[in-house]
Antibody, heavy 127, light 108 residues
Framework: VQLVESGGGLVQAGGSLRLSCTASGLTFSNYEMNWVRQAPGKGLEWISYISTVGTTIYYADSVKGRFTISRDNAKNSLYLQMNSLRAEDTALYYC?????????????????????WGRGTLVTVSS | SYVLTQPPSVSVAPGKTARITCAGNNIGSKNVNWYQQKPGQAPVLVIFYDTDRPPGIPERFSGSNSGNTASLTISRVDAGDEADYYCQVWDSSSEHRVFGGGTKLTVL
């Protein structure tokens, strides 16, 4: 399994950037995906989740209304559209894969942890 | 929002046992996951569902969770275990995933 992020770079505050994550070595459409970021010298921050077909999406409060997660299963790709960028959005952005969910007697079970990570793409927002 | 608290740093001598804690309100009712991150590298899952190890993770890594504290224990610590360790849970009330602030493990 390989996850490769791209699209990072230097952008001015208020600008936009679109990140991509391309998956290989797995059936991408079977897996729920996430974006997690890490500011320089800081800890990990989960920022967004998307279900296998994109019908369920969640965002951290810090990015809600500014960032949009999406996916294209035909292209084995995950995206993060980032608008109205702020200096505090400066970070290394990782895509992270959930384990495969499954159905049991209670319905669909979604494991809530990150089984695989990419190496990240760096976003720098200048003020 | 749900808050996880970790000690910023833990130090241990080689061959000894390191214990890293993760505190949260009634965390024992949640599934806790742990990640190891070495400098310049992506995080790696070392414990999921409180106590389970992914394939390839040594038995020296174990987890526990009860009451208001979860723990990651690393026995027979060696220099290769020096890293930042993060706990993580899912907060069902917000549908958000939450990380602790991270603990830097130093092998003396």
């Amino acid at each position: 399994v390989q996850l490769v992020e791209s699209g990072g770079g230097l952008v001015q505050a208020g600008g936009s950037l679109r990140l991509s994550c391309t998956a290989s070595g797995l059936t991408f459409s079977n897996y729920e995906m996430n974006w997690v970021r890490q500011a320089p010298g800081k800890g990990l921050e989960w920022i967004s989740y998307i279900s296998t077909v994109g019908t369920t999406i969640y965002y951290a409060d810090s990015v809600k209304g500014r960032f949009t997660i999406s996916r294209d299963n035909a292209k084995n790709s995950l995206y993060l559209q980032m608008n109205s960028l702020r200096a505090e959005d400066t970070a290394l952005y990782y895509c992270a894969r959930d384990p495969m969910g499954y159905y049991d007697d209670s319905g669909y079970y979604r494991p809530e942890y990150f089984e695989d990570w990419g190496r990240g793409t760096l976003v720098t927002v200048s003020s | 929002s749900y808050v996880l608290t970790q000690p910023p740093s833990v130090s241990v001598a080689p061959g000894k046992t390191a214990r890293i804690t993760c505190a949260g309100n009634n965390i024992g009712s949640k599934n806790v996951n742990w990640y190891q991150q070495k400098p310049g590298q992506a995080p790696v899952l070392v414990i999921f569902y409180d106590t389970d190890r992914p394939p390839g993770i040594p038995e020296r890594f174990s987890g526990s969770n009860s009451g208001n504290t979860a723990s990651l224990t690393i026995s027979r610590v060696d220099a290769g275990d020096e890293a930042d360790y993060y706990c993580q849970v899912w907060d069902s009330s917000s549908e958000h995933r939450v990380f602790g602030g991270g603990t830097k493990l130093t092998v003396l």
